[in-house]
């Protein structure tokens, strides 16, 4: 079901289902939408409570202003104020790709009491480079520029997915990015260049953590992803054969098994 929700002023559309069980919180990455996550929906809701926000900006979470950068610590802030509507006060296993890692690293920072375990998939814990967040500023002025997501699409589009993946998959991320409203693309990639650097955080995360990434993965390779994993303790890293960037929508049968597998360990039911 999706509702939107009103935070602080701002319309936040939530995909929910499931009525009892663990409470998953699916976040996406960019230039996508809670629809990142469909082919999870219904095998988890069957035993969960599955949340899956339109991140601010993005999605039905639109917005107008033309000149706001959404940063991963009010995306947290976000978060952080849906589970306090939701009346979710129990920790939550927070299952993040990419952007959705990086509002990880600030849930986990600021709000490490709503977390019951990390997944953090294809995802980077380092800053831009000062030429990839000029990249991205400019992206972001173009894309106002001619007013559509066309622009994003083409840069966005060969890194996401690599190229002998199902034409379905490059039609579905870009109906997400053209969900988005063009102020709050702009916003969120300024937020993404904003990002810092949060390597330290890693010796403090004591949640189990499970870290997906993904065989020919452009954005988050394995090797960068299995270097920082190994520095959060106990952290477990799982490389899956054949898919890129995304594998939730790319890999679904071996992403959701995985999942499934981990779950009684991130819910602490079970021992690793
Ligand atoms: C994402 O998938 O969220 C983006 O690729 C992240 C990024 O561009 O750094």
Not at 199 to 215: D, H, K, Q, W
Not at 261 to 270: F, V
Request: aromatic fraction near 6%.
């Amino acid at each position: 079901m999706l509702t939107t929700y009103t935070l602080e002023h701002q319309p936040y559309q939530v995909y929910r289902a499931g009525m009892e069980g663990p409470v998953l919180l699916f976040v996406h990455g960019f230039p996508l939408n809670h629809a990142q996550w469909e082919n999870q929906f219904l095998h988890f809701a069957a035993s969960h409570r599955v949340i899956a926000p339109d991140l601010r900006g993005l999605g039905g979470s639109r917005i107008s202003d033309n000149d706001m950068v959404v940063t991963m610590e009010q995306h947290a802030d976000d978060l952080d104020a849906l589970l306090s509507e939701l009346q979710i006060n129990e920790p939550v296993v927070f299952i993040g790709l990419s952007m959705g890692g990086y509002v990880a690293w600030q849930m986990a920072k600021k709000y490490p009491q709503r977390l019951r375990s990390l997944v953090l998939c294809h995802t980077r814990v380092v800053a831009d480079t000062a030429e990839q967040a000029a990249g991205r500023h400019q992206l972001a002025a173009e894309t106002l520029r001619i007013q559509t997501s066309l622009k994003i699409e083409e840069v966005m589009l060969p890194r996401l997915l690599p190229a002998s993946t199902d034409q379905s998959h490059v039609e579905a991320v870009r109906q997400m990015a053209r969900s988005s409203s063009i102020s709050g693309l702009a916003a969120t990639l300024r937020g993404m260049a904003a990002r810092p650097d949060m390597t330290n955080l890693l010796p403090s995360i004591t949640v189990p953590t499970l870290a997906i990434c993904g065989e020919y993965d452009a954005i988050s390779p394995p090797a960068e992803m299995s270097a920082w994993s190994s520095k959060i303790p106990g952290a477990r890293f799982v490389s899956l054969p054949g898919v890129g960037h995304l594998s939730p929508i790319e890999g679904p049968h071996a992403f959701n098994q995985l999942l499934t597998e981990s779950l009684p360990w991130l819910t602490g039911t079970m021992s690793r």
